[in-house]
Structure formats: C-alpha cells, structure tokens
T-cell receptor, first 113, second 109 residues
Framework: NAGVTQTPKFQVLKTGQSMTLQCAQD?????MSWYRQDPGMGLRLIHY???????DQGEVPNGYNVSRSTTEDFPLRLLSAAPSQTSVYFC????????????FGQGTRLTVV | EDKVVQSPLSLVVHEGDTVTLNCSYE??????LLWYKQEKKAPTFLFML??SGIEKKSGRLSSILDKKELFSILNITATQTGDSAVYLC?????????WGAGTKLIIKP
C-alpha cells in the first residue's frame, strides 16, 4: 500500500547547490504534480505532468526542472538552490479524468542556507 | 484568474464546539471541490463535492456545495482535540487543482 513515496523527508542545502527530490507512485496515475507550501500561502503548483514524456509549468516554476520518463516517477530538480526555495515540497498524483482526488507524498522539508 | 479563498484563516474553539469553515471560489471551468485535512504531514482527503445542495457526511464532519453562490462549507460538530489541523479547500478547474490558503483550526481542551 505504498501510494506516493517521496524522498528525502528533510534536506539542508547550501546556496548554489543542486539536488533532486524523488517522487514515485504505484497507482498507475497519469497526472503527477509538485507543490511547495509556505506559511499562509497554501499549496502552489511548481510543475505537473499528464503522462510519461509530458511536463508543463505551474504557478512557480522558476529554479526547478522536472522530467517524466516513466508513469511511476516524477523527480524535481533544484538547479542552484536559493534561500527563497526554503519550503515544504509535496508530490501528488491523480487518476486522469473528472472527479478524482489527489494523493500526496509525505513531504520534503528543504532548508537552503 | 482562478482563485479559491478560505475563511477564516485561523480559528480557536473549545472542545465540544461546532465550527463552520468557508471556501469560496472563482474559476473558469468548475469540475469539483475537494476538502483536505492537513496535520503535521501530507494533506489527507476528506470530501469531494460536485453537485449543489447534496451534503457529504463522514462522522462529525459534513460539507455542502452551493454552485450558484460559488462556495462550500465544512462543518465539524462536537469538536475534539484531534480535529486540530489545517483544513484545505481545492477546486478542480480544467483538471488543475486550485488551492485555498487553508484554515488553521485549534481545538482547546
């Protein structure tokens, strides 16, 4: 019953470092997305994918890259970390189509110093 | 621009009280409205509403949608300390989920 698996749970980076947040789902969901959550701001969409090989930008894409080579995996890459990227990151997946709920990973708390 | 607004942003009540959380929306292509509960970790799904006037209920929690006035409410009766959480509302518009900022609910013993 894995659902959406997100790693790591915590990460501290120095300004300018790069890293990849991993996300995998085992529900065969077409739609996957990455959000960041900052205090008082709800969930903001970074990037999303509607299927393998297809990605698109969300509301706050700058400084992040994604790829979707398989249905299961949707990694998020921080190219050159900045303190403004300190946040909690969530990966989510949904079955494509109307009236489907989103399932979330457990989140990654990222601090950039 | 699509937007979802939740109110109040925070609420403190005593155990046993009843609370009503609000979610209003303006979106281009409404498909459904979803409520989630978020404790320390990931949001967990509560309800999905698609039709006006039909109440969804789960134990002490219930929710209803008004598509004419573009809002939904989440009611929690006989609140318990375990209900303390952030409650998030999201609207599915053109297959994208548009999220509100959340209501932080604190239940005092």
């Amino acid at each position: 019953n894995a659902g959406v698996t997100q790693t790591p749970k915590f990460q501290v980076l120095k300004t300018g470092q790069s890293m990849t947040l991993q996300c995998a789902q085992d529900m065969n969901h077409e739609y996957m997305s990455w959000y960041r959550q900052d205090p008082g701001m709800g969930l903001r969409l970074i990037h999303y994918s509607v299927g393998a090989g297809i990605t698109d930008q969300g509301e706050v894409p700058n400084g992040y890259n994604v790829s979707r080579s398989t249905t299961e995996d949707f990694p998020l890459r921080l190219l050159s970390a900045a303190p403004s990227q300190t946040s909690v990151y969530f990966c989510a997946s949904r079955k494509q189509g109307m009236n489907t709920e989103a399932f979330f990973g457990q989140g990654t708390r990222l601090t950039v110093v | 621009e699509d937007k979802v607004v939740q109110s109040p942003l925070s609420l403190v009540v005593h155990e046993g009280d009843t609370v009503t959380l609000n979610c209003s929306y303006e979106v281009t292509n409404f498909r459904s409205l979803l409520w989630y509960k978020q404790e320390k970790k990931a949001p967990t799904f509560l309800f999905m509403l698609t039709s006006s006037g039909i109440e969804k209920k789960s134990g002490r929690l219930s929710s209803i949608l008004d598509k004419k006035e573009l809002f939904s409410i989440l009611n929690i009766t006989a609140t318990q300390t375990g209900d303390s959480a952030v409650y998030l509302c999201a609207v599915d518009s053109n297959y994208q989920l548009i999220w509100g900022a959340g209501t932080k609910l604190i239940i005092k013993p």
